[in-house]
């Protein structure tokens, strides 16, 4: 190798290094509008009127388009390149976060954040893809994929602070202004570092109508649960629209049983690591997500805490959770098994919001929040990473790319059903409350409660899943061995 070949090649390794740089900031940018918005919510609910289960919809416009796109949007990677379609997310994320700061009205708001999560699922669909193919050697994309772990772990305690911090002292609006510079620069760097990739054309076709129906299911699935408290469980528009969401959700089932490019090939349920660790995913995650949505309204409506305050009573939980998922994890996956792992783990989530449902009118912090914050850091943290590694160990080769964006998906989704379910939970045991004569904080306090209770009850109901059909990952990956090689036989083989 000559001088300037050698100077190439160091020229090279600097680029995508820094073109990874580039790729986490875009991530982190994602994953903080998912939390930052959290501080923020209280602020948000008096300045625009929303009641406590509509302000719900603050959160889910954004989960629902997100969730419900991600599978199409890394497909359309695979089609159109993964750089077009990450820098056209980066464009309409910038422009909806541009109208989130602007908006003036509840209606405004709710559209512009489900436009953000539309750029959320285009931009952070194909980042994986990217960085697995700017480091193919082993150690190099262990290492890249370790550091974009860690920021899409760590970002999480990043928005909690900084919307503490933003909306503490300027107003709720700069949550979201706060993304326009860092998606421009984003934009112009990536524009510079990241290689144009072809794709495999549009003629392989893209799952629209599939993506349509899950979208639309659980667009519905979630109206229908927050409109619950108003029309009754039992009413003809709350069991109709539940009906119809059912409906579409069936509809995409057999969709993707027939289509030849299906969105989500139902073959990757075989594995019962991929189906176990998804199904303990959406209960996980909907138990969980109600904590901090909850949590934030009982500390700003309950304890009086004041946005920054909210920002650093939850710093303890998302930088646990990013240490133990960069650093702990690994390790105790590595020496233990990632099944092992996952069940201490959930038990302390559990535990978690085991304390916050037994937290008093008149909570401190350091007895009543401090510990279940830890708790559910230190348990997120771990949990997280097993079942990922987990879901992965269950799929074959072929569809490992499949199998991480399902992963990711049902995170989103449980996310969104769990925060509408246990909002409007909490929404109706609140007002029966009021209406009995009780005082505010306790009627509240009492609606959160139950929230943390059902959220609980989700919890439990993952960890006994996860005895009961997940499977040791050596197993799992020895048992997706096999069947790519059956997959792969010759039909004569048999004869």
């Avoid at 959930?346 to 914050?373: E, H, M, N, R």
Wanted: glycine letters at 12%; charged letters at 10%.
């Amino acid at each position: 190798m000559t001088a300037g070949d050698r100077q190439l090649t160091a020229a090279d390794d600097r680029r995508r290094w820094l073109a990874l740089v580039v790729l986490c900031v875009g991530m982190l940018m994602i994953v903080l509008d998912v939390t930052v918005v959290n501080v923020a919510l209280p602020s948000i609910q008096s300045d625009l009127g929303f009641s406590q289960s509509s302000l719900a919809w603050v959160v889910n416009a954004y989960l629902i388009s997100f969730g419900g796109l991600l599978l199409l949007a890394g497909r359309l990677g695979d089609l159109l390149g993964r750089r077009r379609i990450f820098m056209i997310g980066l464009g309409v994320f910038t422009v909806a976060s541009l109208l989130c700061g602007l908006a003036q009205s509840q209606g405004m708001l709710i559209a512009a954040r489900f436009a953000q999560g539309v750029g959320g699922a285009m931009t952070s669909a194909v980042i994986l893809g990217m960085i697995v193919t700017m480091f193919p050697e082993p150690k190099d994309q262990a290492k890249a994929i370790g550091i974009y772990g860690f920021v899409a772990s760590a970002g999480g305690s990043i928005g909690l602070l900084a919307g503490g911090v933003l909306t503490d002292a300027i107003n709720w609006h700069w949550i979201f202004f706060i993304n326009l510079p860092i998606a421009i620069g984003t934009a112009l760097f990536a524009a510079r570092l990241i290689d144009r990739d072809a794709g495999i054309g549009i003629g392989r076709g893209a799952d629209v109508l599939g993506a349509t129906l899950v979208t639309g299911a659980l667009m519905l699935g979630v109206y229908t649960i927050v409109k619950a408290s108003e029309y009754g469980w039992g009413s003809l528009h709350t069991v109709g629209l539940g009906a119809l969401a059912l409906a579409l959700l069936g509809a995409f089932v057999a969709r993707q049983a027939t289509a030849s490019n299906a969105l989500m090939p139902l073959r990757v349920f075989r594995s019962s690591n991929v189906s176990g660790a998804n199904l303990v995913q959406v209960v996980v995650v909907a138990g969980m997500f109600g904590m901090f949505f909850m949590g934030t309204l009982y500390m700003e409506r309950v304890l009086g805490y004041g946005p920054l305050e909210i920002g650093l009573a939850f710093l303890p939980a998302t930088v646990l959770m990013g240490i133990f998922s960069a650093v702990v994890s690994a390790r105790l996956n590595s020496r233990f098994g990632a099944r092992t792992t996952l069940v201490p783990a959930l038990a302390a989530v559990l535990g978690s919001l085991i304390l916050f449902a037994l937290a008093p009118v008149d909570g401190s912090y350091a007895t009543d929040v401090l510990p279940a914050a830890i708790l559910i850091g230190v348990g997120a943290g771990l949990a997280f990473p097993s079942l990922m590694t987990l879901a992965m160990s269950g799929a074959t080769p072929s569809d490992a790319g499949l199998a991480s964006g399902l992963i990711n998906t049902t995170a989103q989704v449980g996310g969104a059903l769990g925060l509408a379910v246990l909002a409007t939970l909490a929404s109706s045991r609140t007002e029966d409350l009021l209406g009995s004569g009780h005082s505010t904080a306790a009627a509240l306090t009492s609606g959160y409660h139950l929230a943390f209770v059902v959220g609980a009850g989700l919890i439990a109901a993952g960890i006994a899943i996860a005895l009961a059909v997940l499977r040791p990952e050596g197993i799992a990956a020895a048992e997706a061995q096999r069947r790519q090689r059956r997959a792969a036989k010759p039909a004569y083989a048999d004869c």
